[in-house]
């Protein structure tokens, strides 16, 4: 079956500091993958995406390649910010397997002080 | 935008009772998704839905049951509430059947305290 195995936290980090989150995948077919951000008190957001190997995802400086011969996905960030404190989640869907469903980790508590 | 809207963002009930959870998105999407969210345990498929009327079991469906009679609209019930069914509560919605390439979009989540 698929999982998602992403690094635990907490981490705690320094403004400005550089900020990777560990994620590794196991999946059937060909799965997309995706990073998840949740900031207290609300639902998750899209982070940002990639669908086939190679792909690199960015979005608010963060960026993640999609690593087919390692199975890994990490999220990066060159300089985080106190705004950057939140809970990361990793998470693919397989359109091989035919199943709609995210197979999400366990999520990374990120926070940055000032 | 997508908008994906939950009823309550905090809610508070007692054990036996009934207890509904509404989810509304406003972009025409088939698929729609109940999740339980709990320290350590990351987030829980609970059911989903395919399209309207259509339901599949996710990966902790005992205790609940979902209501799918028009597109926009999911609920999750509650038969019994029971305080091991307090948690916080995600809907998702996604676009496109075949598409799983495409993100689900989530709503707030609704906090739900069993007394």
């Known amino acids: 079956g698929n999982s998602v195995t992403q690094m635990e936290g907490p981490v705690t980090l320094s403004e400005e500091a550089f900020l990777t989150i560990n994620c590794t995948y196991t999946?059937?077919?060909?799965?997309?993958l995706f990073w998840y951000v949740q900031y207290p008190g609300e639902g998750l957001q899209l982070l940002l995406k990639?669908?086939?190997?190679?792909d690199k995802g960015s979005n608010k400086g963060f960026e993640a390649t999609y690593r087919k011969e390692t199975t890994s996905f990490h999220l990066e960030k060159g300089s985080v910010q106190v705004s950057d404190s939140a809970v990361y989640f990793c998470?693919?869907?397989?359109?091989?397997?035919?199943?709609?469903?995210?197979?999400f980790g366990a999520g990374t508590t990120v926070t940055v002080r000032a | 935008d997508v908008k994906v809207t939950q009823s309550s963002r905090y809610l508070v009930k007692r054990t036996g009772e009934k207890v509904f959870l509404e989810c509304v998105q406003d972009?025409?999407?088939?698929?729609m998704f109940w999740y339980r969210q709990d320290p350590g345990l990351g987030l829980r498929l609970i059911y989903f839905?395919?399209?309207?009327?259509?339901?599949e079991k996710g990966d902790i469906p005992e205790g609940y049951s979902v209501s799918r009679e028009k597109k926009e609209r999911f609920s999750l019930i509650l038969e019994s509430a029971s305080t091991n069914q307090t948690s916080m509560y995600l809907c998702?919605?996604?676009?496109?059947?075949?598409?799983?390439?495409?993100?689900?979009?989530f709503g707030d989540g609704t906090r739900l305290s069993i007394l």
């Open positions: 998702a919605s996604r676009s496109h059947p075949q598409g799983s390439n495409q993100p689900q979009h």
């Open positions: 999946a059937t077919g060909y799965p997309s």
């Open positions: 990639a669908t086939k190997a190679d």
């Open positions: 998470a693919l869907s397989d359109a091989f397997s035919n199943d709609y469903k995210l197979s």
């Open positions: 972009m025409d999407h088939e698929n």
């Open positions: 839905s395919y399209d309207v009327k259509m339901k």
